[in-house]
């Protein structure tokens, strides 16, 4: 199971932020499951300025996260491939990824990565947080955006105190 090693479940606060949620419309079972598991996550961290966002597919999800965190303090990207038999889940999969990891470097604003890459639908169906499920993948992906939302906010907080002397 690839949850192995993951961190304790923290008690968040995230009052005061800004969050948007953009989940793919591909695989509806799995991402409406990512997506519920991502808003019952902000939720319990308080965070109750939430816009969410659906597009076509993963392939999509780059592009509306990056018009999205420039209103958002936080990203969360939701979606599904599941391998098929041509090169096709290679590409998407890499766009995908490479997209979100650039928006979040160059724009500052966390990007929780929700995107499952998975061989089989079954695969896909464990991780998307629904009854039965052994992993609850939207809701980690919104934790993460959340505690590193939090994270940067502390450390903008202090060197900014540092530099006016406070």
Known sequence: MSGTGAPPPADLDGSGLTVAVVAAKWHTEVTDGLLAGAVRALAAARVTDVTVVRVAGAFELPVAARVLADAADA???????????????????????????????????????????CDTAEQALDRAGLPGSSEDKGWEAAMAAVDTALTLRAHRRARHGTADGH
């Open 75 to 117: 990203v969360v990207a939701l979606g599904v491939v599941i391998r098929g038999g041509t090169p096709h889940f290679d590409y998407v999969c890499s766009a995908a990824t490479d997209g979100l990891t650039r928006i979040a470097v160059d724009t500052g604003v966390p990007v929780g990565f929700g995107l499952l890459t």
